[in-house]
């Protein structure tokens, strides 16, 4: 390998700290793609090896040996048997958690038999200490055959001795021989050989995985045809040759630890892990624990966000009030206060819920606390049609329903899977929390119980938690539809409780703030600038009749100017474009409780739920008095009412609001993604349907019971 390029594949087990060793090696020079064919995320990175070696980093996915058994896996499995078109490694670098060091070489000794360039780095270090487990690092290296670097990328430790470990491998790997962990041919020797003979240049161990996968790797049908004869002429069996592999390669792995690794007793000391899961996975208590976990994530949204936000708004409408006095009267000082600057309030606005909510959840999964929630409710899970894997992709939802349905990929059983991805959208992702928590505001008085417990907070705990149940009972329903009959396992490792890192935490705050405000930001500033232009003009005929009309009510002795003004304002923005499409539409929302301009609202929220805010602040600034301008979007929708005086927004009309966002299908994105997961748009066409029916049913219902 002379290049000056080098091409690494990142391996090992979930929870390795594989993920952590990537990110530490690449830094910000990462971008993710799709293996071609699957929908598996393709992460690569680049990284400066040495002065003279670059290399190029590829996070294959975790697992846990090379006998796949789930999509990602496949994608891993592929690549190191040379059987992906795209990507060829020329080194493996292999993630080993010292902690579980007997189930990782597993995988390890797997990989060292396929006879390609390997460096170890062995993370979780100060965790085997903890346990009392020390590891020989020399010996180590003595009983494999390769390179084995301590690190730890969570305090950028090691990192340097990897590097040059890398690059040495990489000049001079005849240096370093992987010990043959496995005689291979003894497992079945002449069926090895003839596949040798096949495939020249072959390994023994890579001849058993051509035996036993080759159905599934792109061979000349010729080839295909060669090794289907080997295996029958043989009677090659791959059940029986699978698991004495295992259990010979078990067996010289625990000598292998007997020389290098000295561990204490289990019995002798309880880690904190155990002592900890004793309270958190308690039947009684954990369950108790989770609930007040996630009371106090939506307690804290609105505690810490409260004055950020006020502030954030009080300077969008001081703004606006100066640039509406400064400014001349001209159609393009309207464009920059109702347009530009409205829209723009409505996104700033929320960053820091946005900020708080990511933050908090980046803090449940870095400590380890995320995974005891899938295994706490996997009972309730199962009781749906769903298992303990679907509550990542669930939970994730509250985020963004778009990652957490990709998620859904490590949920080997179809069905689960597919149930998964149809309820996930009724999480109440980030995108619903603007119009939440200007719709409480609106609704709610801003209460406290006990001096703590917030009634919005409250409020707002109550949707998410109405939206999972909404979940889990539409999930039952459709499990009795979908006729995928296929075995459902759980199998999931429960890390151990780890600190935070505060700096992932920051970072994940900051780059979903700032995904929000140029991702979401763009939309909704597009369409906040095609309301006022909607808003602002209308049909040339009803425009111009009813300028006449008020024309002629302001010659009229006495008449009242101010007064004549708001209702021309009024009736203009009725008269527009966006007047007629809201009114078009009114009567089909009318039961729930919405007026036209609702409606408009309701229609636009189709590009993205959050555009509702930046509607909202477009339709209820256009037209507003200079001496208004320095309202809030909250005080205007307050002092909404409807033609016969009474107000817009009261609690049923609120409650319905919420609910219709809370259920309905107002994700284009999710659409799309949900049509890419399955390959078919039969099922993003089922979910658009029966979530707006079923928006539309349960809005009618709180409207009718609450007015």
């Not at 006998?67 to 078109?85: A, C, F, H, T």
Request: with cysteine.
């Amino acid at each position: 390998m002379q290049s000056s390029t080098l091409h690494i594949a990142l391996v090992g087990n979930p929870n390795s700290g594989k993920t952590s060793l990537f990110n530490s090696l690449t830094g910000l020079n990462q971008k993710v793609g799709n293996f071609p064919g699957v929908t598996v995320d393709k992460k690569t990175g680049s990284s400066r090896i040495s002065a003279e070696l670059t290399a190029t980093l590829i996070d294959l996915p975790g697992t846990y040996s090379l006998y796949p058994k789930r999509g990602d896996e496949w994608v891993s499995y592929r690549v190191l048997l040379q059987q992906d078109e795209e990507v060829k490694p020329d080194m493996v670098v292999l993630v080993a958690d010292a902690s579980n060091l007997k189930r990782n070489l597993l995988f390890a000794s797997q990989i060292l038999d396929l006879k390609m360039p390997v460096v170890i780095a062995l993370t979780m270090m100060d965790l085997a200490r903890q346990k009392g487990t020390q590891v020989d690092i020399k010996g180590l290296e003595l009983e494999l055959g390769v390179p084995v670097v301590p690190v730890n990328p969570r305090k950028e430790k090691g990192i340097g001795q990897l590097k040059k470990a890398i690059e040495t491998m990489a000049q001079n790997a005849s240096q370093w021989q992987p010990r043959p962990f496995l005689d291979s041919k003894t497992l079945a020797p002449a069926p090895v050989e003839a596949v040798k003979q096949l495939v020249p240049g072959l390994s023994d161990y890579c001849a058993i995985h051509y035996l036993i996968h080759h159905e599934s790797f792109a061979l000349p049908a010729q080839l295909q045809h060669d090794i289907e004869a080997v295996e029958k002429t043989h009677q090659f069996n791959p059940t029986k040759t699978q698991a004495e592999e295992i259990m010979a390669r078990y067996q010289r792995i625990r000598q292998v630890m007997q020389k290098t690794v000295v561990e204490t007793d289990p019995l002798a000391r309880k880690m904190l892990t155990d002592r900890l899961d004793n309270v958190l996975l308690h039947r009684t208590w954990g369950y108790l624990i989770l609930v007040t976990v996630l009371f106090l994530l939506f307690q804290s949204i609105f505690w810490l966000a409260q004055y950020p936000m006020d502030g954030i708004e009080w300077a969008f409408g001081r703004l606006s009030g100066w640039l509406g006095d400064h400014l001349p009267t001209a159609w393009w000082s309207d464009l920059l206060i109702n347009g530009v600057v409205a829209g723009l309030g409505g996104i700033f606005v929320f960053i820091p819920q946005i900020m708080i909510l990511f933050g908090l959840i980046t803090l449940l999964e870095d400590s380890g606390y995320m995974a005891r929630i899938s295994f706490l409710t996997d009972k309730l899970m199962r009781k749906v049609g769903l298992n303990g894997k679907s509550v990542m992709p669930m939970i994730s939802g509250f985020a963004c329903a778009v990652p957490a349905i990709m998620s859904a990929r490590n949920i080997e059983n179809t069905k689960e899977r597919l149930l998964t991805i149809l309820i996930t959208p009724l999480m109440s992702c980030s995108a619903r929390l603007p119009v939440f928590t200007i719709l409480i505001a609106l609704i709610i008085p801003n209460k406290y119980y006990l001096g703590f417990l917030s009634l919005q907070g409250l409020v707002m705990m109550g949707l998410y938690l109405l939206g999972t149940v909404m979940a889990l009972a539409v999930a039952w329903v459709a499990r009795f539809f979908i006729r995928i009959k296929e075995k459902s396992y759980f199998i999931l490792e429960l890390p151990t409780y780890r600190a935070p890192r505060w700096k992932n935490v920051v970072q994940t705050m900051i780059e979903k703030a700032r995904i929000f405000v140029f991702d979401a930001g763009k939309v909704i500033m597009i369409i906040s600038l095609v309301l006022w232009v909607l808003s602002s003009y209308g049909p040339p005929a009803r425009m111009e009749a009813l300028q006449q009309r008020y024309e002629q009510l302001r010659q009229q002795p006495g008449a009242d100017a101010d007064a004549l003004d708001k209702q021309y304002q009024a009736d203009h923005l009725a008269n527009s474009y966006a007047g007629v499409i809201g009114q078009a539409i009114e009567p089909a929302i009318r039961p729930l409780g919405y007026d036209w301009k609702i409606g408009i609202a309701l229609v636009t929220s189709f590009a993205a739920r959050e555009v509702f805010v930046g509607t909202m602040a477009t339709l209820y600034s256009v037209g507003a008095d200079a001496d208004e301008n320095d309202q809030t979007l909250r005080s205007k929708m307050q002092a909404a009412t409807r033609p016969d005086g009474q107000p817009v927004y009261t609690v049923a009309t609120g409650f319905s609001l919420m609910i219709f966002y809370l259920l309905a299908m107002q994700c284009m994105s999710t659409l799309a993604i949900v049509k890419r997961e399955t390959k078919s748009w039969k099922w993003p066409a089922i979910q658009l349907v029966v979530m707006t029916a079923l928006a539309y049913g349960m809005s009618l219902l709180f409207y009718q019971l609450l007015s």
